[in-house]
């Protein structure tokens, strides 16, 4: 993912935007526009797959998208391979000339989550020599026709099987717009005309996106019951709808419709448990109020950018849980003992005792999309 933004550099670039309100679009129309799809540059019909791993087929347990629990990490890994595998047959019956895929997870592993030795061997998996955002970094005029989501997930406060929006305990308002990650996929490509036209997840992503995004082509593949449990419909049955719906999509993707965002963009992270925005409460010059910090940005991208910077400090929030979680586990030792160790760093730096410590030097590796 994005390198994290420092807590000092957010909050100088958040006192440095208009304030709230100014500008604000949604004052003086629409908070996005729908657009015909940009025409075909060069003949050749491409589309690119995003894949997350939370609204697979067959999947009801949540450490199948868990790289840290390897035995069910494989077999969400299965899960994920045959759903690709539908719907990239479902693109090439539809008239797609290639089809190319990319991360959209991030589950921890450094290899692909796709078995890629069952991966369909017309469909090219998206890599870099460096890090990269897939959900922005690739976007440019001409590179794709039509954007298809699989496996995805409902946005945070939804109800979803795992409904989270980009992390835990984040959600992403754009415009007023409280936006699924299936959104911002659509909003990032509608800057160059491109719509996403297909996507599979669970029936509160069906929900979610009925609103927003009419027109794309929805497979339901289980039924949520919590952010732990959902009913899956039969495998056979829901892939085999994957195809015939992808192929549909992309006969008719002509039809669909382009998502821009307008601008400038007003822009709000709200955070939930386990995020906590609340050490910002007190900054002068952040708009602050009730876990919501709020900025103006000049467009989609910088509106993206700032919301990815926050996260950045929402997560500070995860540190009550390591320490819940140490207390358990080292009982009342751990308190004196990391008060200790905090004492010391600190003695240490002021007497020129300490330095970073010297990480190993990174292997080459390819990268594949989110890490």
């Known amino acids: ?58 999947q009801s347990d949540p450490n199948t998208f868990r790289f840290s629990h390897p035995e069910r990490y494989a077999v969400g890994r299965t899960y994920l391979t045959g759903d690709v595998n539908a719907v990239v047959a479902g693109l090439f019956d539809g008239g797609a000339d290639e089809v190319h895929i990319v991360d959209g997870h991030g ?35 001409g590179a794709y026709d039509a954007i298809a989501v699989v496996g995805m997930h409902a946005k945070t406060g939804s109800g979803g099987f795992a409904s989270h929006t980009y992390t835990l305990g984040i959600d992403f308002l754009l415009n007023g717009m409280a936006v699924t990650e299936t959104e911002l996929v659509g909003y990032s490509w509608g800057r160059v005309g491109v719509p996403v036209i297909f996507a599979s997840g669970d029936d509160r992503l069906a929900a979610d996106l009925a609103g927003p995004m009419p027109w794309v082509e929805f497979v339901t593949v289980k039924t949520a019951t919590s952010a732990s449990s959902a009913n899956p419909r039969p495998v056979e049955q829901a892939r085999a709808e994957m195809q015939e719906t992808a192929a549909r999509a992309m006969t008719n993707y002509r039809g669909a419709r382009a998502m821009r965002l307008s601008e400038p963009a007003t822009a709000q992270l709200h955070a939930v448990p386990p995020a906590d925005l609340s050490m910002l409460a007190s900054v002068p010059g952040i708009d602050y109020a009730d876990q919501r910090v709020t900025f103006e940005a000049s467009d989609f991208r910088a509106a993206y950018d700032g919301l990815v910077g926050l996260v950045t400090v929402a997560r500070g929030g995860y540190a009550a849980v390591m320490s819940e979680t140490g207390r358990a586990m080292a009982g009342p030792a751990f308190g004196p003992t990391y008060s200790d160790a905090l004492f010391d760093r600190w003695l240490d730096f002021e007497s020129d005792r300490w330095s970073p410590p010297e990480l190993p030097d990174a292997a080459a590796r390819t990268f594949h999309g989110f890490r």
């Not at 290899?111 to 959900?135: H, I, K, T, W």
């Open 1 to 58: 993912m994005r390198t994290p933004i420092t807590r000092l550099a957010l909050v100088l670039l958040l006192m440095s935007c208009s304030p709230p309100g100014s500008g604000d679009p949604a004052a003086s129309g629409e908070p996005r526009t729908l657009e015909d799809p940009a025409a075909d540059m060069d003949g050749v019909l491409r589309v690119l797959v995003y894949h997350d791993m939370e609204g697979l087929t067959g």
């Open 107 to 141: 589950s921890g592993n450094p290899e692909p989550d796709l078995l890629l030795d069952q991966l369909d061997g017309r469909a090219e998996l998206v890599s870099r020599n460096e890090v990269f955002d897939a959900y922005v970094d690739l976007t440019e005029p």
